[in-house]
């Protein structure tokens, strides 16, 4: 098979709606690319610090946290830690990020600290994902700097596109004011139940507004997704023939296989997320 280089590609995982499969993803994604070679990073910078604990990381005991980071003491290279699984690195958050905003509120270049921080070390990997808080602060904003490209978690409910709409506006803001070349990786199906209308309908208006940016692959609602983070494990580590860790290992796979496709026709894809960004009302 051809070998694509992806060193270093940077993925945020945002959507401005808690409780989609933010963090879910943040977690099991990376663990499945890492099942299929990949060197992962996951930078969590949400200050429930849950991708960092669902990756088996003691969040109350760290020594340095991503606030170091954002507030200049460490560098992000020297707060990562290794996971229990070969391959997924961490820089682990905690309560300690809430309110960084406010300390930073008169820094200049606060908008830019993961990307310039990220600049020194992201070919040492080949993914980086960013698990974002579920609102547009400060770093939020960070993320949409240093990605990029956005993957974005639908939860199948109501009002599912709503929360799409205000991220998009975002999506929009940030590439007109901070970085023209964030690309969308996708839009993924989270929580979704096809014995429901609900979640079929969500599903056809999703694919009516973004067409191929949605992820064929989508993510069930399965117990042993919801179970995992509370032993510390990815879901191939807890139960790897659950429902849950065949979804995110498709998505992972159809992740390389657009990688793929987007290198064969690279200038095609661009132009078709440029349009749709562009198209979108609000
Ligand atoms: N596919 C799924 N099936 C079952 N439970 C899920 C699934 N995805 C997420 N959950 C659960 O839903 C809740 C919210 O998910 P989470 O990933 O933390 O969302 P976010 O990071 O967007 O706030 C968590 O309790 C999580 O365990
Ligand atoms: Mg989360």
Redesign the pocket.
């Given at each position: 098979m051809l070998h694509i280089p992806v060193m270093g590609r940077v993925i945020a995982i945002a959507?401005q709606?808690?409780?989609?499969?933010?963090?879910?993803?943040?977690v099991n994604l990376p663990s499945a690319l890492a099942l299929l070679g990949a060197k992962v990073l996951v930078i969590d910078i949400?200050s429930q610090g849950?991708a960092t604990s669902g990756l088996g990381v003691d969040k109350h005991g760290l020594e340095a946290t991503l606030y170091d980071v954002f507030t200049g003491v460490f560098s992000l290279s020297s707060v990562i830690v290794g996971t229990e699984q070969e391959g997924v690195w961490v820089a682990p958050a905690n309560n300690d990020l809430v309110g960084v905003d406010i300390e930073l509120s008169e820094k200049a270049g606060r908008e830019t600290i993961l990307r310039r921080e990220l600049e020194k070390l992201k070919n040492q990997f080949d993914y980086i994902f960013i698990?974002c808080p579920?609102s547009l602060n400060l770093l939020t904003i960070n993320a949409l700097v240093a990605a990029d490209r956005l993957l974005v978690?639908l939860?199948c409910e109501y009002y599912a596109l709503e929360g799409i709409s205000a991220l998009m506006q975002t999506v929009k803001l940030a590439r007109q004011n901070l970085n023209a070349n964030l690309g969308l990786e996708g839009v993924l199906l989270?929580?979704?139940d096809s014995r429901t209308n609900l979640a079929r309908q969500v599903g056809s208006e999703a694919r009516a507004f973004f067409g191929h940016s949605v992820f064929d692959t989508v993510?069930?609602?399965?117990?042993r997704?919801?179970?995992s983070?509370s032993f510390g494990k990815p879901i191939f580590l807890y139960d790897e023939e659950s429902a849950?860790a065949k979804?995110y290992l498709a998505l992972a796979e159809e992740m390389k296989a657009r990688e793929l496709e987007r290198h064969s026709s690279e200038e095609g894809a661009v132009e078709e997320e440029e349009k749709l960004v562009a198209n979108t009302k609000f």
């Open positions: 959507n709606k808690g409780g989609v499969g933010k963090t879910t993803t943040s949400d849950n698990d579920p978690p939860q989270t929580m979704y993510i069930p609602r399965n117990v997704l919801s179970e983070p849950g979804a």
